[in-house]
């Protein structure tokens, strides 16, 4: 079992940054490939980015390419999502995700594709 705790949302204007973050407890995040997710009122929970095992490989949604990055520090055993530019369309809560892999660069885009989540965290962006 895998606890992840994201951290690091709130209230910010439009054009501001946020950066998240997705510690595990107890267990390394090494063997997992990780994604970000966010679901917004009344809408169905929506892929966000994802990071390879490695974290040499990364994948977005074309609604948040160019102003999202997202990354890991195995070091830290931490995964981080780092927001730029932010709109008020952004305004969701954010999920992490890791699904335990063998392969060190595949991306995975699907909710279902993904074993373990977190409670989520609170990102509103005001106009």
């Known amino acids: 079992q895998v606890q992840l705790v994201e951290s690091g949302g709130g209230l910010v204007q439009a054009g501001g940054s946020l950066r998240l973050s997705c510690a595990a407890s107890?267990?390394?995040?090494?063997?997992?490939?990780m994604g970000w997710f966010r679901q917004a009122p009344g809408k169905e929970r929506e892929f966000v980015a994802a990071?390879?095992?490695?974290?040499?490989?990364?994948y977005y949604a074309d609604s948040v390419k160019g102003r999202f990055t997202i990354a890991r520090d195995h070091a830290q055993n931490t995964a981080y999502l780092r927001m730029n530019s932010l709109k008020p369309e952004d305004t969701a809560v954010y999920y992490c995700?890791?699904?335990?892999?063998?392969?060190?660069?595949?991306?995975?885009?699907?909710?279902?594709?993904?074993?373990?989540w977190g409670q989520g965290t609170q990102v509103t962006v005001s106009s």
């Open positions: 995700a890791a699904k335990f892999v063998l392969d060190y660069s595949d991306t995975y885009y699907r909710t279902w594709d993904y074993d373990y």
């Open positions: 107890e267990r390394t995040l090494s063997t997992y490939s």
């Open positions: 990071v390879s095992r490695s974290g040499g490989d990364t």
